[in-house]
């Protein structure tokens, strides 16, 4: 993760700005509410509030009430933001095949893409009761102490 941030090929978004925009370009009509994107990221809440403040002043996203609730706030990615996640993107998939197909044969490709789908599944599978206290599912928790 270093080796790509240190590498990340935007001067206009950083790599947690583009994090930020890759999780609001998977959901549904390119927007969420501020709190399931924090539940999305690797970051604290008040960083993540930070991080679309900044983006928000680049117009890369947009802030918006929440219909539904008074409290929350929908961050909306722009037309001119997905512009620029998709031009990044193309660019960080190239630095990260690099980086991860220089140490790998085909077939360790094959298996590394097999693995990770996997893992994708099981996750997205997951319930948040199935999940021990510090965020490591029950079944690797109960593995790790027999």
């Known amino acids: ?22 999780n609001l370009s998977t959901q549904p009509g390119r927007r969420c509410r501020m709190r399931d994107l924090t539940g999305h990221l690797l970051l604290t809440q008040p960083s993540v509030s930070r991080l679309v403040d900044r983006l928000a002043a680049k117009g890369i996203v947009e802030k918006q009430p929440d ?4 409290r929350g706030v929908i961050v909306a990615l722009t037309a001119h933001g ?5 031009a990044v993107a ?14 790998l044969d085909d077939a360790e490709l094959r298996t590394l893409t097999e693995l990770c789908t996997k893992l994708r ?13 510090v965020g490591v599912p029950t079944a690797v928790s109960d593995r790790a102490s027999a």
Not at 2 to 21: G, K, M, Q
Not at 90 to 103: D, L, N, W
Not at 121 to 133: E, F, H, L, Y
């Open 90 to 103: 193309v660019q960080h998939a190239s630095t990260i095949a690099a980086q991860v197909g220089a140490g």
């Open 121 to 133: 599944v099981a996750a997205a599978n997951t319930t948040p009761s199935r999940r021990s206290v």
């Open 67 to 70: 219909p539904t609730d008074a």
């Open 1 to 22: 993760m270093r080796n790509l941030n240190t590498e990340f090929p935007s001067a206009e978004i950083s790599f947690n700005e583009y994090d930020v925009c890759f």
């Open 82 to 86: 997905f512009d620029v996640y998709r």
